[in-house]
């Protein structure tokens, strides 16, 4: 066998070799106590569902993957204020998109700031219904949507198969219990701050049909609940110049990706 190493050997090598530590460290066949994680998620859902307004703004990394096989990385910043239990305002911005989104408990409001287009479509219920009208309906899901449900712990658990409690980690300074969850489709992990909060610092999905496994990962900062919430304002109000366009354009007009990427055989 040669001796001779390339960079990229030595990079591999030390991958290699970090992965058989991170294995090793792993009891064998671990369930890592199941109990304790389903309790953990449990009580971090009960606490979730007891506040009446929430506010946190979040990061978030999307990866898609090229037809060349490289993945990327598409980065994007945001805040979620809601009100249970029909009002909800959240924003995203990155590199190419700047998207507000506003349900005063009737109205759904999509506005492209960087496009000045909006759109409207009556979805009357609660933040609920409209997770799921968004997700089923529009293809646009919530960030963490599943975390502002009335009840997470049965939209998260629903089809997961495998339970790992990973004990602690350290998200943005904060403490966290370190959970990991599988189902048949995605691998998940969620990080929950330690305390009498116990709310989500760091949710990751894994596509586990896709090749090389892309994520979704959002990170949320500056936790705010109950009178800690600035009173928000949920009616939507015209922007100067804003034009008023169907949903289907704005799909068109106010694209999730950069100009430069297109959709290829594989999602």
């Given at each position: 066998m040669?001796?001779?190493?390339?960079?990229?050997?030595?990079?591999?090598?030390?991958?290699?070799?970090?992965?058989?530590?991170?294995?090793?460290?792993?009891?064998?066949?671990?369930?890592?106590?199941?109990?304790?994680?389903?309790?953990?998620?449990?009580?971090?859902?009960?606490?979730?569902?007891?506040?009446?307004?929430?506010?946190?703004?979040?990061?978030?990394?999307?990866?898609?993957?090229?037809?060349?096989?490289?993945?990327l990385g598409l980065a994007s910043s945001g805040t979620v204020t809601l009100n249970r239990p029909n009002q909800i305002r959240a924003t995203r911005s990155g590199g190419f998109v700047d998207l507000e989104m506003v349900f005063d408990g009737t109205t759904l409001t999509l506005l492209g700031n960087n496009a000045n287009l909006y759109t409207q479509v009556e979805v009357p219920g609660t933040i609920d219904h409209l997770v799921d009208e968004l997700r089923d309906t529009y293809g646009r899901p919530l960030p963490a949507a599943d975390l502002l449900m009335s009840?997470?712990?049965?939209?998260?658990?629903?089809?997961?198969?495998?339970?790992?409690?990973?004990?602690?980690?350290?998200i943005g300074g904060v403490e966290c219990d370190f959970l990991a969850f599988r189902s048949d489709e995605v691998d998940w992990q969620i990080w929950i701050a330690h305390g009498e909060r116990p709310y989500p610092c760091r949710y990751v999905i894994t596509s586990k049909r896709i090749a090389h496994g892309p994520q979704y990962t959002i990170q949320v900062r500056d936790w705010r609940t109950g009178g800690e919430v600035a009173g928000e304002d949920y009616a939507f109000r015209s922007p100067a110049g804003a034009t008023k366009i169907e949903l289907e354009e704005l799909r068109e007009k106010v694209s999730e990706l950069p100009r430069h990427f297109s959709m290829g055989d594989r999602q």
């Open positions: 040669s001796t001779e190493y390339s960079g990229g050997s030595r990079r591999g090598l030390a991958a290699a070799t970090m992965a058989l530590a991170v294995a090793a460290a792993l009891p064998s066949g671990a369930r890592a106590d199941e109990a304790d994680a389903k309790a953990l998620l449990e009580a971090m859902s009960d606490y979730l569902a007891a506040q009446e307004t929430i506010s946190f703004d979040y990061d978030a990394t999307l990866e898609v993957v090229t037809k060349e096989d490289q993945k009840n997470p712990y049965e939209e998260l658990m629903s089809e997961v198969v495998d339970v790992k409690d990973l004990g602690s980690g350290v």
